[in-house]
Nanobody
Framework: QVQLVESGGGLVQAGGSLRLSCAASGRTFSNYAMGWFRQAPGKEREFVAGINWSGSNTYYAASVKGRFTISSDNATNTVYLQMNSLKPEDTAVYYC????????????????????WGQGTQVTVSS
């Protein structure tokens, strides 16, 4: 069983930055595929960014590419999402997700591909 705990959300003005953190349990974090998703009110949960199990590949949704950066720290079992140049349309609940079984080198982008989810952290960007 893997537990994921997100933190770092909050209220920020457009153009500002936030860094989300996701602390993961488990002794084999370095083998986890990790992803960030978000869900705005009335919308489906969507992929934001991900990193493959080996850490060799990252992938971003077109809407955030060039503004957001995903990274992981195996020493602290934490994955980060650095969000810069935030826009009001980035407002959503952001979720961290993990899969411990895959050995695919591609980044997982579908919600159904992840077995574990955090509780979410709210990000609100004011205009």
């Amino acid at each position: 069983q893997v537990q994921l705990v997100e933190s770092g959300g909050g209220l920020v003005q457009a153009g500002g930055s936030l860094r989300l953190s996701c602390a993961a349990s488990g002794r084999t974090f370095s083998n986890y595929a990790m992803g960030w998703f978000r869900q705005a009110p009335g919308k489906e949960r969507e992929f934001v960014a991900g990193i493959n199990w080996s850490g060799s590949n990252t992938y971003y949704a077109a809407s955030v590419k060039g503004r957001f950066t995903i990274s992981s720290d195996n020493a602290t079992n934490t994955v980060y999402l650095q969000m810069n140049s935030l826009k009001p349309e980035d407002t959503a609940v952001y979720y961290c997700a993990a899969d411990t079984q895959t050995r695919q080198l591609r980044v997982l982008v579908q919600t159904m591909e992840y077995a574990y989810w955090g509780q979410g952290t709210q990000v609100t960007v004011s205009s």
